[in-house]
């Protein structure tokens, strides 16, 4: 069955406010990436993290093995922010990293 | 300078059409991957590699296959293409697979009439 839970699904935001995104694992994950899939389909590595925080400009993401959760916080929306947002959490064993479901985002003005 | 590189980036093929998708990584990884992903839903794996001449069956392999000829090449085969595997396909790489961040290639949308 489906080992993360992404959400939300989609997102709508004007420019200037923020948001959470969220994935729940229904098992113990090692590590988690974030992902945006930009307009023209590819995949920008936001964040890489085995434990704690990690803050890149106006996003911040979060990933506690032990409560089986990770979140990507977005503060001060662009319109460039628009996208998918994919987390992908990798296993304690083998080759898998399971991805969510993916969180459209759109930025309004 | 890009580590993984796809081509073609764009792809349009006929019901039955052969058609090979390529990526490159200058990571000097072992591992690479190639994922499909779909509207709704995340990368579904495909198939991966930890080496040369090494193939392994991921999650969705059906009509798929892939051959890793180098420790950077890692090629997608499909050989009877249908509309089924319309989608946009990623390579990745990584130096381990257990909990070792992934890198992404740009993707290759593939589109089969």
């Known amino acids: 069955g489906d080992q993360v839970e992404q959400s939300p699904s989609a997102l709508s935001l004007h420019e200037g406010t923020g948001s959470a995104l969220r994935c729940n694992f229904t098992?113990?994950?090692?590590?988690v990436q974030w992902f945006r899939k930009n307009s023209r389909g590819s995949l920008i590595n936001l964040f890489y993290?085995?434990?704690g925080t990690k803050e890149n400009g106006r996003l911040k993401s979060a990933f506690d093995s032990k409560e089986r959760y990770s979140t990507l916080h977005i503060r001060d929306a662009q319109l460039e922010d628009s996208g998918t947002y994919f987390c992908?959490?990798?296993?304690?064993?083998?080759?898998?990293?399971?991805f969510g479901s993916g969180t459209r985002l759109l930025v309004s003005p | 300078e890009a580590a993984v590189t796809q081509s073609p980036r764009n792809k349009v093929t006929v019901t039955g059409g052969n058609v090979t998708l390529s990526c490159r990584q200058t990571?000097?990884?072992?591992?690479m991957y190639w994922y499909r992903q779909d509207t709704g839903h995340g990368l579904r794996l495909i198939h991966y590699?930890?080496?040369?001449?090494?193939?392994q069956i991921g999650d969705v392999p059906d009509g798929y296959k892939a051959t890793r000829t180098t420790q950077e090449d890692f090629f997608l085969l499909l050989e009877l293409a249908s509309p089924s595997q319309t989608s946009l396909y990623f390579c990745?790489?990584?130096?381990?697979?257990?909990?070792?961040?992934?890198?992404f290639g740009p993707g290759t949308r593939l589109t089969v009439l």
């Open positions: 098992t113990t994950m090692r590590a």
């Open positions: 992908a959490a990798s296993g304690t064993g083998g080759y898998k990293v399971v």
């Open positions: 990571n000097s990884h072992n591992y």
């Open positions: 993290l085995a434990s």
């Open positions: 990745a790489s990584s130096d381990a697979p257990d909990g070792y961040e992934q890198y």
């Open positions: 590699s930890y080496g040369a001449g090494n193939l």
